[in-house]
């Protein structure tokens, strides 16, 4: 760490630089914005163009926030106020619904007077109770649910006026009045800044490390669980509840995660920002007006504390952001970041545990369906193509990034997408394109200042630039979002070393070994003059979210995919002829042809060759896709340079396995010797 003249650690708000081991990469994360200051990070999300007229503040309006059935408002705010109570104080703030513009009309309603169930919690250290404070008589106003969805059917989502007069307009009259860096874009979105972090923080992600847990998780080499006890968890709750009732407003979202409603979870989210509370509201399925009377206790609770920072001095710290879970206490707390992937995330890794106890599969993947009913899965890590090959405008979106696979099919966890838009062109992904209007949140993107038209390909801010939108604002969404057992696991990488073929058809023993190597290999940081592509390997194509051993899903997947039938394929939505910087990134078109190609059985009868090393069955022939790019050394004009690139990417593959050759996958020790030998051979 490095020390600043008065010999003090230097808060890292950046993160820690990432480690490369042997040129392989175990985490995805995104590189941090180049600002210094907020006002430098301000100032490249709007592009100058003239004539420069001066944006006047807009004046500030009474919104009408609707306060109606007394009793059903005494009760949520109780269990609100439940919630935002800190555990060494007798009692939680006072709580009042609604806009703070409004404190008076609020507070002369009369307050309810919460009684806040008492929290029992075994730690050794003796707690300090401090019975009355000035911040337990405090008033915080709260947001709740702002925005009921009511019920949206398929049909009613073609009508835009039906999404506006259910109203995400009060968190857009919220963002825009109180969180600087809150605009309105051309066609409607509600462009947002992320702060100094655009990506995700897994090296400061902590899971409480109980007796249960040290039993159950998965912990040491590789895996993405770094422990903390329960006296620091309670330490950073207390921060980020101290830090939210001290607040003005907090916003409060009640929603449910999961469509499969027999194993459907409550979440309660609590954050700072109307920014986090619209993405929330994006991501996760919204309660009908019913569903929300009814919440009751949520099974699952994060205290999001955004920009407000860690104590770096609490144990087990080694920055100012600390992202924590406690299994046992069903709570998540965030501290310096407001980068919102960090509660879907979170919540991912929560349905990682929760699921694989009900025999439920939980996977990384996007998902959708054919007209007759096929239902195809895409794993991929971070950028390899799930969002943008699951909007396929032929086939149902059923999900776009984390589903569920039990016994009786697909669901998904979400009822949003979270979409990469990254040089986005209308042409080639019409669907993402037009889900970007109003109520969709747009992060880090740069606006021309009096226009507001975005330019998708200015990475000023961040590569790492989203849209987060309803699941409903792609056109042919399957609502609800489930569906039968898959028939194809399409295997996703990006190899930016141009030497996996654009897709091969896999065996049961390959599908489990390319699942749990988790291979991608995207290009770091252009600007930084890095040309070199990075090896990426994370188990089960997201270990930055699981919970259990890696070998624990794929056995799981391998059981699903052997019960009911589905073929495994691996697709490089990557380079072809050349690695990066002497080829080019597969275009998108061919990638959808092949992928067209799978989901109607054509490539299941199509004849087939195997590749050297990697012994991958790749078609010879597929329709609409120039048959010379389909075996990669064809497009390579170096032929050497072909060969040494496959068998140095190999070696990456085999010493990154290496870890796994002790584990025994499923009961079948056949299989696991199968899925050893299934991997590159030379
Ligand atoms: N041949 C291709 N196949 C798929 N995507 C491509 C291809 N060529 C370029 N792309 C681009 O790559 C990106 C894929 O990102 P996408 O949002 O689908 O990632 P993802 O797998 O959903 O990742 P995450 O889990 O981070 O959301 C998009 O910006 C897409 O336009
Ligand atoms: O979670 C995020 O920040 C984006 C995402 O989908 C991923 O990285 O897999
Ligand atoms: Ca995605
Ligand atoms: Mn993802």
Redesign the pocket.
């Known amino acids: 760490m490095a020390s600043t003249p008065n010999g003090l650690a230097r808060i890292e708000t950046h993160g820690a630089k990432k480690k490369h081991e042997n040129g392989i990469c175990h985490d ?1 994360s995104s590189a941090p914005v180049r600002a210094q200051t907020i006002d430098e990070l301000h100032s490249l999300q709007r592009k100058r163009s003239a004539p420069t007229t001066p944006i006047k503040d807009g004046a500030s309006s009474p919104f009408a926030a609707a306060l109606s059935e007394e009793e059903r408002q005494r009760q949520q705010l109780q269990s609100i106020s439940a919630s935002l109570a800190s555990l060494t104080r007798e009692t939680g703030p006072k709580v009042v619904r609604g806009d703070p513009a409004r404190k008076g009309e609020a507070a002369a309603k009369g307050a309810p007077s919460p009684h806040p169930q008492p929290v029992h919690h075994h730690h050794p250290h003796v707690t300090p109770t401090i019975a009355v404070s000035d911040s337990s008589l405090k008033f915080t106003h709260v947001l709740y649910n702002l925005s009921p969805a009511g019920i949206i059917t398929h049909d009613m989502c073609v009508s835009d006026t039906f999404l506006v007069g259910c109203g995400r307009a009060e968190l857009y009259e919220q963002a825009i009045k109180y969180e600087k860096g809150s605009f309105i874009t051309s066609t409607g979105a509600l462009a947002t800044l992320s702060g100094a972090k655009t ?2 923080s897994p090296r400061d992600k902590r899971i409480v490390k109980d007796e249960a847990a040290a039993q159950e998780l998965w912990w040491g080499k590789g895996s993405p669980n770094i422990e903390m006890d329960e006296h620091t968890f309670l330490t950073n709750r207390e921060r980020a509840v101290d830090y939210l009732n001290s607040l003005d407003k907090v916003f409060v979202n009640d929603q449910f995660l999961n469509w499969d409603t027999e194993n459907r979870i409550k979440v309660r989210i609590i954050s700072a920002r109307a920014y986090h509370s619209l993405f929330m509201h994006n991501m996760c399925i919204r309660p009908t007006e019913e569903e929300l009377e009814e919440f009751g206790t949520p099974d699952f609770t994060i205290y999001n504390a955004g920009q407000f920072p860690c104590n770096r001095y609490t144990h087990y710290m080694t920055s100012s952001t600390s992202v924590d879970i406690n299994l046992a206490r069903r709570e998540m707390v965030i501290l310096g970041t407001q ?1 919102a ?1 960090e509660m ?2 979170g919540l991912f890794g929560v349905m990682h545990y929760l699921m694989p106890r009900r025999g439920i599969l939980s996977l ?1 993947s996007g998902c959708n369906m054919g007209k007759q009913g096929d239902v195809a899965l895409f794993f991929g ?2 950028g390899t193509g799930k969002t943008t090959l699951s909007t396929d405008h032929n086939r149902l979106l059923i999900g776009d ?1 984390e589903h569920c696979w039990s016994d009786t099919g697909v669901s998904n966890i979400e009822g949003g997408c ?1 979409a990469k838009c990254i040089d986005l062109s209308q042409e080639k992904e019409p669907d993402i394109w037009n889900a970007i209007k109003f109520g969709t949140v747009l992060e880090n993107v740069v606006f021309d200042e009096h226009t507001r038209e975005v330019d998708y390909t200015d990475k000023s801010v961040t590569e790492n630039t ?1 849209a987060a939108y309803p699941i409903e604002y792609i056109p042919n969404a399957k609502i609800p979002c489930v569906g039968p057992h898959p028939k194809n696991v399409i295997l996703l990488a990006c190899d930016a070393f141009g030497v996996l073929p654009p897709v091969s058809k896999l065996n049961l023993p390959q599908t489990m070994y390319h699942f749990i190597s988790g291979y991608t290999a995207l290009v770091a940081g252009t600007e930084d003059g890095i040309k070199e592509p990075q090896a990426t390997f994370s188990a089960c194509f ?1 270990a930055a979210f699981i919970m259990l051993h890696p070998t624990k899903y794929a056995a799981m997947l391998a059981e699903k995919m052997q019960k009911y039938g589905a073929t495994g394929w691996l697709v490089n939505t990557g380079w072809s002829g050349g690695r990066y910087g002497v080829g080019k990134r597969i275009r998108l078109p061919y990638t959808r042809k092949i992928i067209d190609a799978i989901h109607s059985g054509e490539l299941l009868t199509a004849n087939y060759k195997k590749t050297e090393v990697f012994g991958l069955e790749i078609p010879t022939e597929i329709d609409g896709v120039p048959s010379e790019i389909l075996d990669p050394i064809n497009t390579w004009t170096d032929k050497g340079a072909y060969k040494e690139t496959l068998l140095k990417l190999a070696g990456l593959f085999k010493k990154n396995f290496e870890v796994f050759a002790n584990y025994k996958i499923g009961g079948d020790s056949s299989l696991t010797d199968k899925i050893l030998a299934a991997g590159p051979n030379f």
């Open positions: 995805d990506g995700r980068y992937g879907k995330k990384h890590l971070s990034d979270y989203r997201g």
